[in-house]
């Protein structure tokens, strides 16, 4: 393209070379270069020539929308891509994935993360996966842990709460009856049983599945947590394995981020593509304040975001931990 382009009727050539940031493409880096040195990017005296990937921000929004909430694989992806003529490889999607969440998405990981630990409750759930190339003996297991906050103020408002009395009146019976049912049982069956092992397992829990006894807002079940990582599992049966520590610590960061996104009624790519052309604009920024307005309850996230035919909006994180 340098070579056949006719330059001569442009007032200024730029030409924006070395590393650029994994690449978001000439529209980010064009916008990068705008706030940071006050240059009218599009004006039509000026070209701008960029080295490196072209793939832009809104192309890794909408192959981490189809990977991460959709369930379709990089390589049937990039089988797609070629189907129009494009050839791309499936490392070198990959690598966008990687580089993207370590670069970029993984500041606003971190964030959620501090959130999290702003929750009275946190509900937890595990799955294993394996990763090919971990230097572990093959067959080795890794979990993947999700962590999701409680119900959120205003759905509480929404459905009615059982009361601290009504739990002890009326459910503190029953979870009494319940273990001295399973102690009893236990002598009654062949020690090494899957009944046996079971209800051993019950017991070993009791102190803390009686903790929703004398704390209302503490749920039952663990439902959030259990639908919180079943895209995971989902997307599991797809690929089977994990390629590498890398990889399984972009899916952490991409899978949090959806699910996130999901659980504050954004639209998905909408918000992946809107973190990616904020955050290299800001990435060198000492001050982390531009971080707030990322977030995605936040008012600049829900407007520019906001997925159709949604309900109102809360307060939810949902965390991916990848555990080798």
């Not at 990959?94 to 959620?112: G, K, T, V």
Request: include cysteine; aromatic fraction near 10%.
């Amino acid at each position: 393209m340098l070579r056949n382009a006719d330059h001569s009727s442009f007032a200024s050539v730029y030409v924006v070379c070395g590393y650029t940031d994994m690449r978001l493409g000439t529209d980010s880096l064009a916008t990068i270069i705008q706030s940071r040195y006050h240059l009218t990017v599009f004006a039509p005296e000026v070209l701008f020539l960029f080295c490196g990937s072209r793939v832009t921000a809104s192309v890794v929004s909408v192959m981490m929308n189809a990977k991460f909430a959709n369930h379709q694989p990089l390589e049937r992806q990039v089988q797609f891509f070629k189907s129009f003529g494009v050839n791309l490889k499936s490392n070198t999607a990959a690598n966008w994935m990687i580089n993207a969440s370590e670069q970029y998405l993984s500041i606003i990981y971190d964030e959620l993360h501090k959130h999290l630990y702003d929750s009275e409750v946190i509900h937890a759930d595990e799955t294993p996966f394996q990763v090919i190339r971990d230097d572990r003996s093959p067959g080795s297991k890794s979990y993947m842990w999700v962590y999701r906050n409680g119900e959120c103020s205003d759905k509480q408002m929404a459905f009615p709460n059982v009361s601290e009395k009504q739990l002890q009146q009326t459910v503190k019976p029953l979870v009494d009856k319940f273990f001295a049912w399973a102690k009893n049982a236990i002598l009654k069956v062949p020690a090494e049983s899957l009944t046996a092992k079971a209800l051993q397992y019950s017991i070993n829990q009791e102190a803390y599945l009686r903790v929703f006894l004398d704390s209302p807002n503490v749920p039952m079940q663990n439902n959030r947590a259990e639908q919180a990582i079943r895209p995971f599992t989902l997307d599991r049966k797809n690929w089977v394995a994990i390629n590498s520590p890398k990889c399984a610590d972009a899916s952490a960061i991409i899978y949090s981020l959806v699910e996130t996104a999901k659980a504050n009624q954004l639209s998905v790519q909408a918000y992946l593509e809107y973190l990616l052309t904020e955050l290299p604009i800001h990435i060198d920024d000492k001050d982390r304040n531009f971080i707030a307005d990322l977030l995605p309850w936040s008012k600049a996230a829900q407007k520019k975001c906001r997925a159709p035919k949604n309900l109102n909006s809360s307060f939810n994180v949902l965390i991916y931990l990848n555990r080798l």
